[in-house]
């Protein structure tokens, strides 16, 4: 589609983020009720009931700006995290942090080296800024990073390795990461976005990113109250870097970008260690359970550190895709990720991963899997 004639030509390749389908949408277009969405990698049980009590509680404060350095956040974080106040960056999502690192760090024909397949953000907001994206495919699911390192050269600004990765599930392990590390130029900024860090750090090979920070003054580590905390709605995750880092990225943030109930809901929900550990036990059982079943199906499935699943359904996922639509469950089609035979699930409460089963059982038996 045509832009404007005086907007950067450069935007004209910018791929706009296609988000998972709102249950709304689906409900208006498609006439059905009650629908399950299992396609963004929401927290299924809901937001933590500590931070819808702090956030009701708040409502009457909303005709004022909120506090630009969210400084209860940022004074609770840095005692839980042990690390500086002023190492931590919040921002609107840490989509926004991913932006604002581009933002800070990326100009034209600058080189951004990024997994295939991985988050969208990094591209985006890459091509947004008019640098290169650099894709190194995945082997095995899994990062190459040895591949990742050899792409490596003056124009390179920035490396993305989300861990766990999205939409693959796995993660790299620390003595992998810590190779890697040891090779990555200081002037080359390598981010880590751990958004599913709640449910990937019971593994016993997963690595301490923070104790790296003191190592690396080029590394920068993201996180997000979006998943395991309940909050996607609010918007609202930090980066952590060397303070020198942040304040770069201070200054690319617009002044009040994280919302007043956003800074409320995030401090209670840091409190709320009853509704974590439900939700991270009822992903635990959900992701054995989606898995076996999956593989029953006769599907394969990428073992997985988070809150998805990732599955080969051997046949064209979009037509599954939508036939799930009108059973009511929203999936993520992968083919815009290169990968037309799966799809993404995300774990959901067990009533609803039974539900989705069942119909996609129902659905595969008419291709005679
Ligand atoms: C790998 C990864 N990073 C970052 C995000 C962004 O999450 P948010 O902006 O809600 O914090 C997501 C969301 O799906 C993700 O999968």
Redesign the pocket.
């Known amino acids: 589609m045509n832009l404007f004639p005086t907007v950067k030509s450069h935007l004209a390749d910018v791929r706009n983020y296609q988000p998972g389908k709102p249950i709304e949408e689906l409900e208006r277009e498609y006439g059905v009720k009650n629908a399950i969405k299992m396609a ?2 929401e927290n299924a049980l809901g937001p933590s009931p500590k931070a819808l009590k702090a956030i009701r509680e708040s409502l009457l404060k909303i005709h004022r700006y909120p506090d630009g350095g969210c400084y209860y956040l940022r004074e609770k974080l840095s005692k839980m995290l042990k690390v500086k106040p002023e190492s931590i960056v919040f921002g609107n ?3 926004e942090l ?1 932006i604002f690192i581009v933002r800070a760090l990326v100009g034209p024909r600058d080189e951004v080296i990024i997994a295939d397949p991985t ?1 969208l ?1 990094y591209e985006i907001a890459t091509q947004t800024e008019n640098g290169s994206v650099i894709k190194v495919p995945m082997k095995n699911f899994s990062y190459d990073l040895e591949g990742m390192r050899k792409k490596i050269n003056a124009r390179t600004k920035v490396v993305f390795i ?1 861990n766990p990765d ?1 939409p693959v599930g796995t993660y790299t392990s620390a003595k992998r990461l810590a190779a890697f590390l040891k090779l990555v130029p200081k002037n080359v900024t390598v981010v880590l ?1 751990e ?1 599913y860090y709640e449910f990937a750090v019971s593994r016993k090979d997963y690595p301490d990113s923070l104790a790296l920070l003191h190592s690396y003054k080029n590394l920068i580590v993201t996180r ?1 109250f ?1 998943k395991a905390y309940g909050l ?1 709605g609010l ?1 609202v ?1 930090f980066a952590i870097a060397d303070p020198s880092m942040a304040r770069a990225l201070n200054k690319v943030r617009e002044p009040f970008n994280v919302n007043l109930l956003a800074q409320v809901g995030a401090v209670a929900a840091l409190d709320d260690k009853a509704h974590l550990h439900k939700t991270v036990e009822m992903v635990e059982e959900g992701r054995k359970y989606l898995g076996d079943e999956l593989k029953n199906l006769g599907c394969d499935v990428v073992e997985t550190a988070t809150n998805f699943i990732l599955a080969d359904l051997k046949i064209d996922a979009s037509k599954v895709y939508d036939q799930l639509l009108r059973a009511g469950v929203i999936v993520r089609p992968m083919a815009v990720w290169g990968l037309p035979s799966y799809i993404r699930v995300t774990i959901g409460r067990s009533r609803e991963n039974r539900f989705f089963i069942q119909v996609l059982k129902k659905i595969l038996k008419e291709y005679d899997l």
């Open positions: 963004s990698n999502g840490s989509d991913l988050f953000i989300a999205n976005d958004a997000t979006s996607s918007r995750g």
